[in-house]
């Protein structure tokens, strides 16, 4: 992979930021599958980023990634599996990929 792979992308009329540790091919279709949840949800980030986590986990196709995705927008910020789990940091500051250390 290149140094200079960018995973990160603004969605929603630049309004909410995601990032993505994992395989860029699979970051592009998640990328894209949380865009249509946050159209069909505008304004409404943690539903659109749980009916995501519930296709990622149920889907043939998608519960085969091997990734995480950070998402935040002006009020939240969010960490999203692939096993389902949408998690909100304590403090607002999520950090995922190989470059994160536990405190």
Known sequence: ???SARKIKRLASNTV???FAGATADAFTLFERLEGKLEKH???LMRACVELAKDWRQDKYLRRLEAMMIVADKSVSLVISGG???LEPENGIAAIGSG???P
């Open 100 to 102: 994160v250390t536990s």
């Open 42 to 44: 505008p304004g409404q």
């Open 17 to 19: 930021i995601t990032g």
């Open 1 to 3: 992979m290149k140094t």
């Open 84 to 86: 389902g789990d949408v």
